[in-house]
Nanobody, 121 residues
Framework: EVQLVESGGGLVQPGGSLNLSCAAS????????MSWVRQAPGKGPEWIAS????????YYQNSVKGRFTISRDNAKSMLFLRMSSLNPDDTAKYYC??????????????WGQGTQVTVSS
């Protein structure tokens, strides 16, 4: 069974930083492309970043490019998202997910339970 468990969310002031982690199990993590997606209250899910299985290629939504960094540790089956220069528009629940297609969210993608990020003064 695929399991993805996110952690690291919280309340942060505008301009601040936060690091998210995702522990993966139950599948061949090292052979899987992975993504982070987010969902703000009252809005649909939004793809924000993907990383290919080898960790050398990354892709970002324009609104987070230069502020967010996706990375992974295949030896530990961990996915990370480093977020900086956060603003209130980044407030959302953040999910680690498998990645069937870079830049898109597919119905076959598996998500974790999510971690809440709130950017507010």
């Amino acid at each position: 069974e695929v399991q993805l468990v996110e952690s690291g969310g919280g309340l942060v002031q505008p301009g601040g930083s936060l690091n998210l982690s995702c522990a993966a199990s139950g599948f061949a993590f090292g052979s899987s492309d992975m993504s982070w997606v987010r969902q703000a209250p009252g809005k649909g899910p939004e793809w924000i970043a993907s990383i290919l299985s080898g960790g050398t290629r990354t892709y970002y939504q324009n609104s987070v490019k230069g502020r967010f960094t996706i990375s992974r540790d295949n030896a530990k089956s961990m996915l990370f998202l480093r977020m900086s220069s956060l603003n209130p528009d980044d407030t959302a629940k953040y999910y680690c997910s498998t990645c069937g297609f870079v830049g898109a969210i597919q119905s076959s993608d598996v998500w974790g339970q999510g971690t809440q990020v709130t950017v507010s003064s």
